[in-house]
């Protein structure tokens, strides 16, 4: 891989109701830039965006009000039983409400037989100080068949909160490359 800076710039937006034309008053725009370094055993990368809605408008990727949002994520590869592992933290300032914030962290071992395995857990989604944080929970086991065929087989849990049933399930995944 060897070592590197990277920037990434981005922007985004959709019409307003009563006019025509991104970046006015009235549209909903969102633009985020993001700084990250890597090199052979680890990175990391600092994000920052900024979502503007207009009011009683459609939300941009779930965003009612003008938001800004700020967000760090690391890996570091440790070429041991533990193969790498990952972490990240974001947090979103509302214009109005309250703050929230989210997470999450992950490993993947060396080769277990044929393969490796992955865990991860973080927060559902953004969430306020004030409301239950609700987790997710996933696990998965890799393995290339041959040259051409990984799979890849894993089920995850997505707490829901107080008094509702949690949601969970199972995936396969092939993946076939020519």
Do not use: C
């Amino acid at each position: 891989i060897g070592n590197g800076i990277v920037v990434g710039l981005g922007f985004t937006g959709a019409e307003g109701s009563s006019t025509d034309g991104l970046f006015t008053k009235e549209s909903i725009d969102a633009f985020g830039a993001q700084l990250a370094y890597t090199s052979d055993s680890y990175g990391a990368a600092l994000s920052y965006s900024n979502i503007d809605s207009h009011t009683g408008g459609t939300a941009l990727i779930g965003v009612e009000n003008d938001t800004t949002v700020w967000g760090i994520n690391a890996y570091y590869t440790f070429g041991g039983p533990i193969e790498s592992f990952s972490a990240g933290y974001e947090t979103a300032n509302p214009a109005t409400g309250e703050d929230t914030s989210n997470w999450f962290a992950g490993l993947e071992t060396a080769e277990v037989g044929p393969g490796s395995i992955s865990v991860g857990i973080g927060t559902g989604g953004h969430t306020t100080d004030s409301a239950e944080e609700l987790l997710m929970y996933e696990a998965n086991y890799s393995w290339d068949v041959n040259d051409a065929t990984a799979m890849s087989f894993g089920g995850y849990i997505r707490e829901q909160g107080t008094g509702v049933e949690d949601f969970s399930g199972v995936a396969l995944t092939t993946t076939f490359s020519f």
